[in-house]
């Protein structure tokens, strides 16, 4: 019997396989290919130019922290922006808050089309709650029509390769910083720690030419390259890892005992591949 496996790739020092049964979905759209596949052990997974986006597995793990630490900061964040999470794992988390609104900008159009077809078990249903707004256009581009609007930001975007190259630049921190209140927080995924620290320091860096205070967090997702993830929070002043949202909400993993814990990282150093050891 012919076995498949998926192998991503991450520079030459890390390569991870995974056993697939079956190629659901392959197809290219206008800004990447995007797959979804059914692996032996981590149920559906999006694949983006190669790379795992989220799994059915796993997915939890990435999108609870995410979201929660930012909206756990907030005493009572009502407008929300997501950029990127086309899969619509970080607007579900979102939607389980007393939220007014949700723009969720996903300049790929195929790819929410996708992801309702396939990653249900992700979304659960969320692009159809009517306090949801959906763009497809660009991010960087959105941003910069926006003035002070948002209370939360939260930039859920892919590798900077391909259409998310522009949401690694110093500008397009500076555009979020107009679209974010003045007592609001700003979230990125900022890739692993140990993996690929270039893309981790590009992040914080410009985030930090936008904001004041930038905080770095750490979590765990089974299905990216070496497990630990790394997630920035720009604000202009207000501390993240202070609690002040009274929502109780149902989660998986995240926890609110947890919360100060994921902002100490001082671990991360001895986990670079820079050191020898």
Known sequence: MNEMFFCERLGQELHQIFRIKEIVYSKQSRYQK?????????????VLDGAIQTTERDDFLYHELLVHPVMQAHESPKNILIIGGGDGGALREVLKYDIERVDLVEIDAEVIEV?????HRIHMGSFEDPRVEIHHEDGAKFVKKKEEEYDIIIIDGPDPIGPGKA??????????????????FVVAQSESPINQKKEMEMVIEGMTRAFPNVRKYWGVTLSYPGFFWCYAVGSNGRDPSEIR???????????????SILFDISFLEFLSFDKVI
């Open 34 to 46: 995007i797959e979804i596949l059914r692996s032996e052990n981590f149920g559906m997974m999006l």
């Open 115 to 119: 992801a309702k077809k396939y990653l």
């Open 245 to 259: 949202n009274k929502s109780r909400v149902e989660t998986k993993f995240y926890k609110k005992e947890l919360h």
């Open 167 to 184: 949401l690694y630049t110093r500008e397009f921190y500076s555009s979020i910083r107009s679209s974010l209140k003045n007592n609001g």
